[in-house]
């Protein structure tokens, strides 16, 4: 009876985990967004230097701008920059990615995303594909290849570890792997430089999952 009792608990943490999927995947991808258009802002100003990135500033920027009336355009615009100078070479392929993944080509962005990785400029944009790519590969790559791919962005110290971590989380209640998602969730509530619409949803999923979920080591 009591194995019973435990596979129901399993199944609504489970439901509870494709809930909280449902509800804050697509929030967690759009504030993924707003960074890359914050490092392009950024890198695009330290990298202004020539007449030829200047250009591409142009184009990058028109076809960001333009995306919401014409993605097919805008795309064709940024593959135009793949093969030009960088930063925009990278913001371009991680452009392209976003919007296939924003059409709901979920395989052709993870696909792009993983494409972009090698060949990212600055190791921040690198690790930005890596992690955007895992998000758009969630529903089809194994647990392993996921946790793999997250780890080394998890590291303390790295600029995506809060994102990095709180994926590790969901790949975790994927694997049926309550109690390792439960400190991951703990790790993010406890941590302060942790982001605070991502440590509020830490201390949700914590409470969720049960118990204090502590990730104080003795």
Known sequence: MADIFQEVDEALRQDRAKEWWQRYGNMVIGAAVVLILAVAGWNGWNWYQTSERSKASIVFTGAVDGAAKDRTAAITALEKLTTGVEPYASLARLKIAQ????????????????????????????????????????????????????????????????????????????????????????????????PPGLRERAREMAAILGGDGSSKKN
């Open 99 to 194: 919007l296939k993944a924003e059409a709901g080509d979920h395989a052709a962005a993870a696909a792009a995303y993983a494409a972009a990785s090698p060949s990212a400029n600055a190791s921040d944009l690198k690790d930005l594909s890596v992690l955007m790519g895992v998000m758009q590969a969630f529903d089809t790559a194994s647990p392993d290849e996921l946790q793999a791919k997250l780890q080394p962005l998890a590291v303390q110290g790295q600029p995506w570890r809060p994102s990095a971590l709180e994926m590790m989380a969901v790949v975790a209640m994927k694997r049926n792997d309550t109690a390792a998602a439960r400190t991951l969730w703990a790790e993010l509530r406890d941590d302060t430089t942790t």
